[in-house]
């Protein structure tokens, strides 16, 4: 398969400064792995042509950090907390977290899947081909498990990287009683779900668990064998960026309230900082310091931390704009946060970029009506961007519009 004469082409090749951008270029894919790119003049002969003619090329965007796997609704309390109730005061309740817990938990896992199948589409249908799930709305030895193998079915045509997140929130019955949950974490959960995930991951923070209980959880999962994540500084400062990058973190995420010897261990150790700005919209936070994680060299990631309740966001390039707006990334970060960066933050350094040799995940999109075709023209609106092609693992898993058939 030929993509050819693609007006901007940004390869994201680490290789080549900024996003790696190419004029007028095409690129061959041959089973799961780009066979050629070059000048569009110089191609091959391909069995199937698709004019990349009037489009910008991507690779597949990667989205590092999301709770797809859930049962319930929480659209009720978002309407309640529009009202003016608090998140904790919802939560006293039996709400928030634990009511998508007890609903996840009932749930059989035909369902589940069914749920994470038609919410990894929607994200596909907005260019992501490879996707993070964690668990931690199980928070029982058997209902992490069985999330984490749901989450390992829904592999192909996206990507699927599975983390472990039993230490997500203290659940109702082991209230009062910490340490017993972080024992049933390490001795019982992880031992099940170890082998069915690759990375672990921690809620370090008010409310969710201490740095002690944090390090100790990731310190199990990293003799498991598994790679070492970490929601971090996002209520509180605690301090666990930088021991989780001191522990070879692939990446610590949220960052609102990372402070300066955080970033120096990110920037030391090369933990990737994973920014939420649809979670900081959702809670009206502020901003993560941006520019200071710049200055330190710290890789800049998003990720949409789909999830019910801060942040039921699908849209990768409507994250990529509010991450720009509301965190003051450039449109190069945010696209490099979405791709490369983003695949870094799962270890999975040969995705997020294209090259001979490498993964065909490829996307073509346009900008908004009557912007160029250019990284600003595709990130400056929500909602503007419109995915004409996506390519996963070398298929054509989505294809919107109908003319560009090959001819
Ligand atoms: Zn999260």
């Known amino acids: 398969m030929l993509i050819h004469q693609i007006d901007r082409l940004y390869t994201m090749d680490p290789a080549l400064p900024g996003l790696g951008e190419q004029e007028g270029w095409s690129v061959a894919l041959e089973g799961e792995r780009v066979a050629w790119m070059g000048p569009a003049a110089q191609a091959p002969e391909a069995d199937e042509v698709i004019d990349g003619r009037g489009t910008i090329g991507l690779p597949g965007l990667v989205d590092p950090h999301t709770h797809s796997l859930w049962a319930g609704s929480r659209a009720d309390e978002f309407r309640r907390r529009l009202a003016g109730e608090s998140y904790s005061a919802i939560l006293e309740a039996g709400g928030g977290i634990l009511s998508t817990v007890r609903a996840t938990r009932s749930a059989p896992a035909e369902a589940l899947r069914a749920l994470g199948r038609s919410r990894l589409d929607r994200l596909l249908d907005r260019g992501i081909t490879t996707v993070e799930i964690k668990s931690g709305y199980g928070l029982d030895p058997e209902t992490e498990a069985r999330l984490l193998a749901v989450a390992r079915s829904l592999d192909g045509p996206q990507r699927v990287c599975a983390t472990f997140l039993g230490a997500h929130a203290i659940p109702a019955e082991h209230r009062g009683q910490r340490d017993r949950y972080v024992r049933q974490i ?222």
């Open 186 to 407: 390490i001795e019982e959960q992880l031992p099940l779900c170890a082998p069915l995930a690759e990375a672990i991951d921690v809620y370090c923070d008010r409310g969710a668990f201490d740095l002690d209980e944090s390090i100790a959880i990731l310190e199990a999962g990293r003799a498991a064998g598994l790679s070492v994540k970490a929601h971090a500084e996002q209520v509180i400062h605690t301090g666990i960026a930088a021991a989780a990058a001191r522990m070879g973190a692939l990446s610590v995420d949220h960052l609102e309230r990372i402070d300066e010897a955080g970033i120096a261990a990110l920037a030391e150790h090369g933990t990737v900082a994973v920014m939420l700005p649809a979670a900081q919209l959702y809670l009206r936070d502020s901003a993560p310091p941006v520019e200071a994680l710049r200055e330190a060299g710290v890789p800049l990631a998003l990720g949409t931390d789909l999830n019910p309740g801060s942040s039921p966001a699908l849209d990768p390039f409507a994250v990529m704009t509010l991450g720009c707006v509301l965190q003051g990334l450039t449109v190069e970060e945010a696209l490099l946060g979405f791709t490369r960066n983003a695949a870094r933050a799962l270890g999975r350094t040969e995705l997020g970029w294209l090259g001979i040799g490498g993964p065909a995940d490829l996307l073509l999109c346009s900008p908004a009506p009557g912007e160029a075709l250019t990284a600003a023209g595709l990130v400056q609106s929500i909602g503007g961007a419109r995915l004409e092609l996506v390519i996963c693992r070398g298929r054509i898993a989505r294809r919107l519009v109908a003319s560009r058939e090959c001819r």
